[in-house]
């Protein structure tokens, strides 16, 4: 049996979405006979908003053991300085600016939350009584790449992590970045290439992660995507409501175009009633200027707004919703939200609007779990159909493509890594 060590900076009871990702290799790796050994930071659950997620917490260090994998919990730490010139007094923000410039030159990214200096004393000592065949570092934050030839020097072999890239509009068609950008852009990627040099493979959630980290990373990069969790799914019984419920579960950002959705559901709502039509937008306050504009533009008496839910009750929602929905990234490469996993194995048609002519596009092609739409005419006519189809007990959706929907379930993508570990 292989030992792995996998650091990750997030994980359980943490509910945001980099958890689920290392948990799901923590829950399915021994069905490819792989001993996991977890190492993160203290988390109480509640953590919500951005603020919380970087809040310290210095809880003693605890280890768990679970069914398939032991947990060790590290008290958080940041670095002293960088939490100091983070405060709003004006003259420290001035300096504050050059202090963040001189770390970032030098290599200390991410520095409200330092993954190194959390991690690294402890995994130091650690290897000293445990033996481990590989280690997976999974990033961000960034500054957890410089553990990298920690482990190299052990003789441990190295898998790094990508979930997300320093500067995600460089997978825009038409990336034209400012010279400051531009700038960034080549520190990221300098500290990049002579961190991972060392590692023995890349590992991201999406093929376009991949044109921008050859640039950086000489050897093998494989896709392992996100996905949904076939067990809640399977856990989370189906609540079906009296009513017509259009969803989109999870947040929407200022740079994704909403106005398609919006301006179609004026027009699908003209000759509807809100007795039988309910829009529920699922954790939309997470961003005030999206919800308020959807409040503004939208008749209140057909809609529900949320915070932030957890894990279960956003699949819940999915799972209740008549449609779902979501714009997609127009015009950008390969993003792709795990929202839009749990979408397609609920079962329920999705409208993609607008959608991306790219990843989520091609996802609903092969998985024939929905369509993407570009203007407000076609999302209202669309939507009457199903609208339609509903009202007369007709299925909205035929013909679903069941094996390629359980290719993307958080248990076979863990199980695609489990073969790359064993092939190392």
Same mark, same amino acid.
């Given at each position: 049996?292989?030992?792995?060590?996998?650091?990750?900076?997030?994980?359980?009871?943490?509910?945001?979405?980099?958890a689920?990702?290392?948990?799901?290799?923590?829950?399915?790796?021994?069905?490819?006979?792989?001993?996991?050994?977890?190492?993160?930071r203290?988390?109480?659950?509640?953590?919500?908003?951005?603020?919380?997620?970087?809040?310290?917490?210095?809880?003693?260090l605890?280890?768990?053991?679970?069914?398939?994998?032991?947990?060790?919990?590290?008290?958080?730490?940041?670095?002293?300085?960088?939490?100091?010139?983070?405060?709003?007094?004006?003259?420290?923000?001035?300096?504050?600016?050059?202090?963040?410039?001189?770390?970032?030159?030098?290599?200390?990214?991410?520095?409200?939350?330092?993954?190194?200096?959390?991690?690294?004393?402890?995994?130091?000592?650690?290897?000293?009584?445990?033996?481990?065949?590989?280690?997976?570092?999974?990033?961000?934050? $960034?500054?957890?790449l410089?553990?990298?030839?920690?482990?190299? /020097? *052990? &003789? !441990?072999? #190295?898998? +790094?992590?990508?979930?997300? %890239?320093?500067?995600?509009?460089?997978?825009?068609?038409d990336?034209?970045?400012?010279?400051?950008?531009?700038?960034?852009?080549?520190?990221?990627?300098?500290?990049?290439?002579?961190?991972?040099k060392?590692?023995?493979?890349?590992?991201?959630?999406?093929?376009?992660?991949?044109?921008?980290?050859?640039?950086?990373?000489?050897?093998?990069?494989?896709?392992?995507?996100?996905?949904?969790?076939?067990?809640?799914?399977?856990?989370?019984?189906?609540?079906?409501?009296?009513? $017509?419920?259009?969803?989109?579960?999870?947040?929407?950002?200022? /740079? *994704? &175009? !909403?106005? #398609?959705? +919006?301006?179609?559901?004026? %027009?699908?709502?003209?000759?509807?009633?809100?007795?039988?039509?309910?829009?529920?937008?699922?954790?939309?306050?997470?961003?005030?200027?999206?919800?308020?504009?959807?409040?503004?533009?939208?008749?209140?008496?057909?809609l529900?707004?949320?915070?932030?839910?957890?894990?279960?009750?956003?699949?819940?929602?999915?799972?209740?919703?008549?449609?779902?929905?979501?714009?997609?990234?127009?015009g950008?490469?390969?993003?792709?939200?795990?929202?839009?996993?749990?979408?397609?194995?609920?079962g329920?048609?999705i409208?993609?609007?607008?959608?991306?002519?790219?990843?989520i596009?091609?996802?609903?092609?092969n998985?024939?779990?929905?369509?993407?739409?570009?203007?407000?005419?076609?999302?209202?006519?669309?939507?009457?159909?199903?609208?339609?189809?509903?009202?007369?007990?007709?299925?909205?959706?035929?013909?679903?493509?069941?094996?390629?929907?359980?290719?993307?379930?958080?248990?076979?993508?863990?199980?695609l890594?489990?073969?790359?570990?064993?092939?190392?």
């Amino acid at each position: 049996m292989k030992n792995v060590l996998v650091v990750s900076y997030y994980f359980p009871p943490n509910t945001g979405a980099p958890a689920w990702r290392p948990f799901s290799w923590a829950t399915n790796f021994h069905k490819k006979g792989i001993n996991t050994t977890i190492i993160t930071r203290h988390w109480t659950g509640n953590e919500n908003t951005w603020e919380e997620f970087i809040r310290p917490n210095t809880s003693p260090l605890k280890e768990s053991q679970f069914d398939h994998y032991r947990v060790f919990y590290l008290p958080s730490r940041r670095n002293k300085l960088s939490a100091f010139f983070s405060k709003k007094n004006s003259l420290v923000r001035l300096f504050g600016k050059l202090y963040f410039f001189i770390m970032a030159l030098i290599g200390k990214l991410n520095t409200e939350i330092d993954g190194t200096l959390t991690f690294k004393d402890f995994i130091v000592n650690h290897l000293k009584e445990n033996k481990y065949d590989v280690a997976i570092i999974t990033v961000p934050p $960034f500054n957890m790449l410089q553990m990298v030839d920690l482990f190299h /020097e *052990q &003789n !441990i072999k #190295v898998i +790094v992590d990508v979930r997300d %890239l320093w500067n995600n509009m460089m997978l825009t068609n038409d990336y034209r970045p400012g010279l400051q950008q531009k700038f960034w852009d080549k520190v990221y990627s300098f500290h990049f290439k002579r961190w991972m040099k060392n590692a023995a493979r890349v590992s991201v959630i999406t093929p376009s992660f991949c044109d921008v980290l050859v640039k950086s990373y000489n050897g093998p990069i494989d896709v392992v995507y996100n996905g949904y969790e076939e067990y809640l799914f399977d856990q989370i019984a189906e609540e079906k409501s009296d009513k $017509f419920i259009f969803s989109v579960v999870g947040s929407i950002y200022p /740079e *994704q &175009n !909403i106005n #398609v959705m +919006v301006e179609g559901l004026k %027009l699908f709502l003209t000759d509807k009633s809100a007795d039988k039509v309910e829009l529920r937008f699922i954790g939309l306050n997470v961003i005030p200027s999206i919800s308020q504009f959807v409040k503004d533009h939208l008749p209140a008496n057909f809609l529900t707004i949320t915070d932030r839910v957890s894990k279960e009750d956003a699949i819940r929602e999915t799972k209740k919703a008549t449609v779902l929905s979501y714009p997609g990234w127009l015009g950008t490469k390969g993003i792709i939200s795990t929202k839009i996993f749990d979408y397609i194995a609920s079962g329920n048609p999705i409208l993609i609007a607008p959608g991306d002519r790219d990843i989520i596009d091609d996802l609903l092609s092969n998985t024939n779990s929905g369509i993407s739409v570009f203007s407000p005419e076609e999302f209202a006519e669309q939507l009457n159909s199903w609208y339609s189809s509903w009202e007369n007990q007709k299925a909205l959706l035929e013909n679903r493509n069941e094996s390629a929907i359980k290719f993307y379930s958080r248990e076979n993508q863990a199980m695609l890594l489990a073969e790359l570990i064993s092939n190392l």
